[in-house]
């Protein structure tokens, strides 16, 4: 039996309470692979094609005035989806489904982009908040929900990477939480319902981090 | 004399132990790189774990360790099984159904990539080796081209030098035919002269001759002829 | 600084390419054919200081690498074996809280 439904997501450990399961966002700098030779290994051969794989995706995407900003968009991608994909793994702490660490990526991104605009494109910036091609009545309501999408930007970036994270880890516990307490009949058929869930859990990893970093591209590319 | 001789020596000596150091050391030394990783059984557990025991217990050795440990664990409660456990089943059947269809697919593939990758620094060295070389056969080529030429120019000369000589015997013919007409000429001029003056002696002398003839002489010569007709005539 | 910098004993003449793996300082017995008497004398022998603890530790870290993610056609094996260090050393972090989930009263 559980204590609390939630101790998965305690970042405390039992070292005198300091909360050193944050430490597991170190796994991506332990993954990455090293180049020491000149040919790339099977292992660095698969970390290029998935970096270049996901670069090629954001490189069409990104204004033509930040050349260099799909460095950053893949490195979050990478970095998410690692977190992610190690949370899966029984005794590893996912850090991404913190909003501490989730908010953390998404505000300083925003607050720059929306720096940056406002200060340089004053004009462009305000002519985002209308939409083409809306009469002419509807466009002060128009204005007010463009501009609280906008500044809810953040949150909804954050929210949604802790939430799904949250959501799936919480599913398996809850389902494996049976186990200790049930006949190996029934584990074999939780071991089932597990196999699903965990194949929609790596799904859900990739998939979320994929959204975080194109929507952090669209939302590059509509500064000018 | 054999002081110089050592002392040469002892100069050159420490230039020779830093080159052969630095040659041995350099190649020596450098990391290989393997081209398999080390073995593993089972996929994860290293093979060196399994052979430190080999020859203490033998092969059950690294098996019985195993299996007294996770008891050890499980029934001291060391290791709980609580429901991150059982993630765990569900999380290692999947790994292991994934790896075993998936795996020898990706590394083909990952293979495939790295052998395209090799391929096209290994074939950018061979490529400009091989238009290097190329370039030394043409050079060779021109080379040989060149001495061709040397040949040519020899030809042309003896064909001037012969055409010199061909002009100078022509030259000499000439020279040799005008000194003969000129030579005949007077020869000729002399034979005239010769003969003119001749036929002219001759005509004054006959002349000369038939006018002194009196004509008592005519007579006597007459007389003298009948003479020796007659002594003659009765020979015959 | 002091990061990323060259170890002090380290002369390409020498030694030809840096490798990461290598100690390069005086040649000593290794650690696993050490004697368990001479194990104090060893340890004596040794730099205990910060740097040298940092050192050991990426020495360690790229001898791993050398044998199990650098080779040419390298399996999951690292992978898995970085996945399965991961989850014993956030098992032992965790260790009092799961404790506290034990199925059984005596053992």
């Given amino acids: 039996m559980m204590t609390n439904l939630f101790s998965i997501f305690d970042p405390a450990t039992t070292i005198f309470t300091l909360p050193l399961n944050w430490m597991s966002s170190f796994m991506s700098l332990i993954i990455l692979p090293y180049t020491f030779w000149l040919i790339p290994s099977r292992t660095n051969m698969m970390w290029i094609q998935l970096t270049n794989f996901i670069n090629k995706e954001l490189k069409i995407l990104i204004n033509k005035n930040a050349k260099g900003s799909n460095i950053i968009f893949t490195t979050i991608f990478m970095f998410i989806m690692i977190n992610n994909f190690m949370g899966l793994f029984p005794y590893i702490f996912t850090s991404s489904s913190h909003m501490s660490m989730t908010l953390s990526l998404s505000l300083p991104l925003w607050m720059s982009l929306m720096i940056f605009g406002w200060m340089k494109f004053y004009n462009n910036m305000f002519a985002h908040m209308v939409p083409m091609g809306t009469p002419s009545i509807l466009m002060p309501f128009m204005v007010m929900i463009e501009s609280i999408s906008n500044l809810i930007r953040p949150g909804t970036l954050a929210i949604r990477l802790a939430a799904n994270m949250i959501a799936g880890h919480l599913l398996i516990t809850l389902i494996s939480s049976t186990g200790p307490s049930s006949s190996t009949i029934l584990i074999s058929f939780m071991v089932l319902a597990q196999i699903l869930l965990l194949s929609l859990e790596s799904a859900v990893a990739i998939i979320q981090a994929y959204v975080f970093s194109i929507l952090s591209t669209l939302y590059s590319s509509e500064i000018k | ?236 | 600084m002091g990061f990323g910098e060259y170890p002090a004993e380290y002369n390409p003449s020498v030694h030809g390419t840096y490798d990461p793996a290598r100690y390069y300082g005086k040649p000593d017995t290794p650690f696993s054919q050490v004697k368990l008497g001479d194990l104090g004398a060893w340890f004596s022998r040794r730099k205990k200081s910060p740097q040298a603890t940092a050192a050991l530790i990426s020495r360690a870290f790229w001898r791993w690498q050398h044998k199990y993610i650098q080779p040419k056609r390298s399996g999951i094996a690292g992978f898995f074996h970085i996945t399965f260090a991961a989850m014993a050393f956030f098992y032992t972090i965790n260790y009092k809280k799961i404790k506290a989930h034990r199925n059984y009263k005596y053992h």
């Fill in chain 2, 1 to 236: 004399m054999l002081s110089r001789l050592a002392l040469r020596n002892a100069q050159l000596m420490p230039i020779m132990a830093r080159g052969a150091q630095s040659m041995s050391s350099a190649a020596g030394d450098r990391p290989v790189r393997m081209e398999k990783p080390s073995p593993v059984r089972h996929g994860i557990i290293p093979e060196e774990w399994f052979t430190i025991f080999y020859p203490k217990t033998g092969v059950t050795g690294p098996y019985m360790f195993g299996i007294g440990l996770s008891t050890y664990l499980l029934s001291k409660e060391i290791y709980v099984l609580e429901h991150e456990y059982y993630t765990g089943v569900s999380i290692f059947i999947m790994a292991l159904v994934v790896i075993k269809k998936l795996g020898p697919t990706v590394a083909a593939a990952l293979d495939k990539q790295i052998d395209k990758y090799e391929g096209d620094w290994e074939s950018s060295r061979t490529e400009n080796m091989k238009s290097l070389e190329e370039c030394i056969e043409n050079e060779k080529k021109e080379q040989w081209r060149a001495d061709g030429q040397k040949l040519l120019i020899q030809a042309k000369k003896e064909n001037i030098v012969m055409q010199l000589e061909a002009t100078y015997r022509e030259r000499l013919a000439t020279v040799y035919n005008e000194v003969k007409k000129r030579l005949d000429y007077q020869v000729n001029i002399q034979a005239v002269e010769r003969r003119l003056a001749q036929k002219q002696m001759v005509q004054w002398i006959i002349s000369n001759v038939l006018k002194s003839i009196t004509p008592e002489q005519e007579k006597a010569n007459l007389q003298q002829c009948i003479a020796d007709l007659q002594s003659l005539a009765p020979r015959a």
